[in-house]
């Protein structure tokens, strides 16, 4: 297995443009989330879903969309970067609908916008 | 609504010292807790979660942590730490009688192990 792969590992946006961060597994698991890393905060989750077509807001969703069309697939769209957007995200995933089960983390997108 | 904190943000320790990492939570209802580990340039890998039972709980790499319920902390031990165990380490916490799915983490603490 895989486990959870995250693409690109790096990205530049200029302020204003969009992109997608892509998130896959490979471990049949319901529940899958967003999250943003910057120094001093630990992790804010952004993002989460229980199941395909089933996503909702995490503490610092605005600036971003999220759709779940299936198990395997859990894209993070920015839909106009700003320079507060620059940050470390990491999608994570577990096996059960709570999060309360350990999650298993991708290697995370590295994104400065400029 | 709750909270996390990480007392200290950098810890440095020598090798084959003990460690305790603190963390405290702010919550009305009952908690599960977690450890996390994040080596550099990595993601999140789980050390040990306290969900029920015994409040002293076993992880993985020699590590421990205790429940405390009256003090609302869950600090992170280890009695004697390697060059390896240098990583950010993050406590979480979750709700689950809310129906919140989802983790609060803690800011973090860098534990530095010197020769």
């Known amino acids: 297995n895989a486990g959870v792969t995250q693409t690109p590992k790096f990205q530049v946006l200029k302020t204003g443009q969009s992109m997608t961060l892509q998130c896959a597994q490979d471990?049949?698991?319901?529940?899958m989330s967003w999250y943003r890393q910057d120094p001093g905060m630990g992790l804010r989750l952004i993002h989460y879903?229980?199941?395909?077509?089933?996503?909702d807001q995490g503490e610092v969703p605005n600036g971003y969309n999220v759709s779940r069309s299936t198990t395997e697939d859990f894209p993070l769209r920015l839909l106009s970067a700003a320079p507060s957007q620059t940050s470390v995200y990491f999608c994570?995933?577990?096996?059960?609908?709570?999060?309360?089960?350990?999650?298993?983390f991708g290697p995370g997108t590295r994104l400065t916008v400029t | 609504a709750q909270s996390v904190t990480q007392l200290d943000s950098q810890v440095p320790v020598f090798e084959e010292a003990p460690v305790e990492l603190r963390c405290n939570y702010s919550?009305?209802?009952?908690?599960?807790l977690f450890w996390y580990v994040q080596y550099p340039n990595q993601g999140l890998q789980l050390l040990l979660k306290?969900?029920?039972?015994?409040?002293l709980v076993k992880g993985i790499n020699g590590f421990e942590a205790e429940f405390n319920k009256s003090q609302t902390s869950f600090h992170l031990r280890k009695p004697s730490v390697h060059i390896s165990d240098t990583a950010e380490y993050f406590c979480?916490?979750?709700?689950?009688?809310?129906?919140?799915?989802?983790?609060?983490f803690g800011s973090g603490t860098r534990l530095q192990v010197q020769p």
């Open positions: 979480a916490v979750s709700e689950p009688d809310t129906g919140r799915r989802a983790l609060t």
């Open positions: 471990m049949n698991h319901e529940y």
């Open positions: 306290y969900l029920s039972g015994s409040t």
């Open positions: 879903s229980v199941g395909a077509g089933i996503t």
């Open positions: 994570a995933s577990s096996y059960s609908t709570e999060p309360i089960y350990e999650q298993y």
């Open positions: 919550s009305s209802v009952s908690v599960y």
